[in-house]
């Protein structure tokens, strides 16, 4: 009987594994299906296999290797960056002259598929539970936004913060937050409550507790400069475009604010949209700390999650693969997963929605208006904040908050 236990765990953990890899080939599939004889007929909006890569080929000299910032412009932070160049270099060695986009979206696949390896070690490592840990390895999001973006580097560095917040080791989780805003802006949202959550804690005298938050804080500031510091100093212009990109942009179709623009009620400009989406996101960041306070004092960083929900659900952009941001986030700390599951409809219904609309605009059959994107958007914001509730006012999952370190 003893022998036959650890067996039984390896099998479940290896079917973990099998599970994952096949979401994965699935997620390969659903990009890669339309890739011989390049996008004909709309393909890539009505069957859904439009990514973000391919185009970055040549519209970013991908294919002639010119470095990025320095070389060809980029609207991504730094280590994504380096991320697109590494994987175009991988392509141009591996084959050569005969590479070509397709082969750069298998190896920008390949890369993601080993972080969300990654990720579900990372939850293996933390105790999560069983159930929680087949919704990852069968998530809808994997499978459509694996080839979609570079998204996933920032998703994993997010979710390392988390653990290592779990472990109480707030300072290598700050470094690791700060890294994953090196790729992707969103998870520079965990570190004031990884700094909090270092004020906070009672067991330590007060000196102690600003000591230990400063050091955070240089950790974090540290990682981040470590990767931009560089760059920002011998190509600024190029290295800045994604701030001035994020600030001039005037929205997507799903988003909040044109939703409500595109159903006739409030219209607003650029500007109006920057400073009324920072005012919404600053003032409900602050009552979800206030309402969380007292129940999660002792955890404050699991308020990461509801945060970022507000932060998507008040920012002027919504791009459909920033599901796979909140997602592994939702695992790790949403109290029930019912909410989730409406997330998870709302989201892959917003995002056949908009990528049907594209298709409409261009003449395709398939076509959606803005009503259904609207009603898809809705079924999903409206799960998010039910999530933001729950995530504020429930106790998280007992085994995320259960101590490991002192």
């Known amino acids: 009987m003893s022998r036959a236990v650890p067996r039984e765990i390896n099998w479940r953990i290896a079917a973990l594994w099998l599970a994952l890899a096949a979401t994965c080939s699935a997620g390969w599939l659903f990009k890669g299906h339309c890739v011989p004889g390049g996008w004909t007929n709309l393909e890539q909006y009505t069957t859904g296999c439009y990514n973000d890569v391919m185009p970055f080929w040549h519209g970013r000299q991908v294919a002639e290797g010119k470095v990025p910032y320095f070389e060809t412009r980029m609207e991504y932070p730094v280590l994504t960056g380096a991320q697109i160049w590494a994987e175009g270099s991988a392509a141009r060695l591996l084959f050569g002259p005969r590479a070509r986009d397709f082969h750069f979206l298998g190896l920008v696949v390949l890369v993601n598929a080993l972080l969300a390896a990654l990720v579900l070690k990372l939850f293996l490592h933390a105790g999560m539970e069983r159930k929680r840990l087949w919704a990852w390895v069968l998530a809808p999001p994997l499978l459509l936004y694996l080839g979609h973006n570079w998204d996933m580097g920032a998703v994993a560095l997010a979710v390392a913060a988390m653990v290592l917040a779990r472990e109480g080791r707030l300072v290598p989780a700050a470094a690791a937050a700060g890294l994953g805003a090196a790729a992707k802006l969103f998870p520079v949202l965990a570190l004031p409550l990884i700094g909090l959550s ?7 005298p007060w000196r102690e507790r600003l000591m ?10 540290g990682a981040w400069a470590l990767v931009n510091a560089p760059v920002a100093l011998f190509a600024f212009d190029n290295w800045s475009e994604f701030y001035r990109f994020s600030q001039e942009r005037a929205g997507t179709v799903a988003a909040s604010w044109d939703v409500l623009a595109n159903q006739g009620w409030w219209f607003t400009s650029v500007d ?19 309402l969380g306070w007292r129940r999660h004092r002792s955890h404050l960083w699991v308020l990461f999650t509801p ?16 599901d796979l941001w909140l997602y592994p986030l939702l695992l790790l700390t949403a109290p029930r997963l019912w909410p989730v599951a409406l997330f998870v409809l709302g989201g892959v219904a ?9 298709a409409g605009l261009e003449g395709a059959w398939l076509a959606t208006t803005h009503g259904h994107i609207a009603i898809a958007a809705g079924v999903r914001g409206a799960a998010m904040l039910w999530i933001i509730g729950d995530c504020v006012l429930r106790p998280p999952p007992a085994w995320l908050v259960r101590a490991k370190s002192a």
């Open 212 to 221: 230990r938050a400063t050091a955070l804080s240089a950790a974090a500031i």
């Open 198 to 204: 270092a004020l906070s804690d009672d067991a330590r």
């Open 307 to 322: 945060v970022l929900a507000w932060f998507m659900l008040t920012n002027k952009v919504y791009s459909p693969q920033f």
């Open 350 to 358: 917003a995002f056949f929605a908009e990528f049907w609309w594209f």
């Open 272 to 290: 109006d949209r920057n400073r009324y989406a920072a005012l919404a996101f600053l003032l409900g960041f602050a009552l979800i700390v206030a």
